[in-house]
C-alpha cells in the first residue's frame, strides 16, 4: 500500500513568489492535514481539510492556503513569500477526522522550502 | 489550551539502556496523547497513542507509555536501546472534544545511542 506522497520534496523561491505543493494521502484516507516545522517553532498545525471540507485551520495568516479534491489529493498555497516561510512542510493522511481513530496520522516526508 | 512539554531537547543513552523520554500535558479535559518518532529526512512515524482505554499504552518498536492523570504525564520507556532507536520523538496532544487532527506538538527530543 502506498504511503502520503508529498511533491515536490525541495523547492526554492524567492520572497514575495507564491508556491504549491501537492500531497497524495493514502488510499482511502479522507482526511489530509497540513503541518509545518521548523527549528524555532518546531511543528504547527495548519489546516486540515476532509471530504474537500476545511475542518480545522491554525492560527497562520491568510497567506496560507489550501484545498482537497474528490479524490482526497490535496494542495497547500502559500502567496507573497517570506523568508520565515522557509520551513518542511508536512502533510499528513488519515482515515477518519474524530472518534477512534483520532490523530492516528501517516505522514509524508515533506516538501522542503526555502525562501531567499 | 492544550499544550505538552517534553522535558530535555537531547537525551544520550548506551545501547541496552533503558530509554525515558519525558512528556507533560496541559489540558482542561482528558485528552488524547500521542508519541510520533521522526527519522532523519522523514516524516513521523505513530509510536502509540493514549485515548483512556487503558494507563499503560504499548506502541511499536518495544516503546510503551504510561499514562499518569495526577501527575499529568506520560512518559515514553523502552527497556533496552537500540541503535535503530536513534531519531526524534515528539509528544503530542488532541483535544477530545474538537477537531481530531489538529495536533498540538512538543518540542520534540532528541535520542542518542551510543554503542
Known amino acids: 500500500k502506498a504511503g502520503v506522497t508529498q511533491t515536490p520534496r525541495y523547492l526554492i523561491k524567492t520572497r514575495g513568489q507564491q508556491v504549491t505543493l501537492s500531497c497524495s494521502p493514502i488510499?482511502?484516507?479522507?482526511?489530509v492535514s497540513w503541518y509545518q516545522q521548523t527549528p524555532g517553532q518546531g511543528l504547527q498545525f495548519l489546516f486540515e481539510y476532509f471530504s474537500e471540507t476545511q475542518r480545522n485551520k491554525g492560527n497562520f495568516p491568510g497567506r496560507f492556503s489550501g484545498r482537497q479534491f474528490s479524490n482526497s489529493r490535496s494542495e497547500m498555497n502559500v502567496s507573497t513569500l517570506e523568508l520565515g516561510d522557509s520551513a518542511l512542510y508536512l502533510c499528513?493522511?488519515?482515515?477518519?477526522?474524530?472518534?477512534?481513530?483520532?490523530?492516528?496520522?501517516?505522514f509524508g516526508e515533506g516538501s522542503r522550502l526555502t525562501v531567499l | 489550551a492544550q499544550s505538552v512539554t517534553q522535558l530535555g531537547s537531547h537525551v544520550s543513552v548506551s545501547e541496552g539502556a533503558l530509554v525515558l523520554l519525558r512528556c507533560n500535558y496541559s489540558?482542561?479535559?482528558?485528552?488524547?496523547l500521542f508519541w510520533y518518532v521522526q527519522y532523519p529526512n522523514q516524516g513521523l512515524q505513530l509510536l502509540l497513542k493514549?485515548?483512556?482505554?487503558?494507563?499503560l499504552v504499548k506502541g511499536i518498536n518495544g516503546f510503551e507509555a504510561e499514562f499518569k492523570k495526577s501527575e499529568t504525564s506520560f512518559h515514553l520507556t523502552k527497556p533496552s536501546a537500540h541503535m535503530s532507536d536513534a531519531a526524534e520523538y515528539f509528544c503530542?496532544?488532541?483535544?477530545?472534544?474538537?477537531?481530531?487532527?489538529?495536533?498540538?506538538f512538543g518540542t520534540g527530543t532528541r535520542l542518542t545511542v551510543i554503542p
Open positions: 493514549y485515548t483512556s482505554a487503558a494507563t
Open positions: 503530542a496532544v488532541s483535544p477530545r472534544r474538537t477537531g481530531a487532527n489538529n495536533l498540538f
Open positions: 489540558s482542561s479535559v482528558p485528552p488524547y
Open positions: 488510499s482511502g484516507h479522507r482526511s
Open positions: 499528513a493522511s488519515s482515515l477518519t477526522s474524530g472518534g477512534a481513530g483520532a490523530g492516528e496520522l501517516f
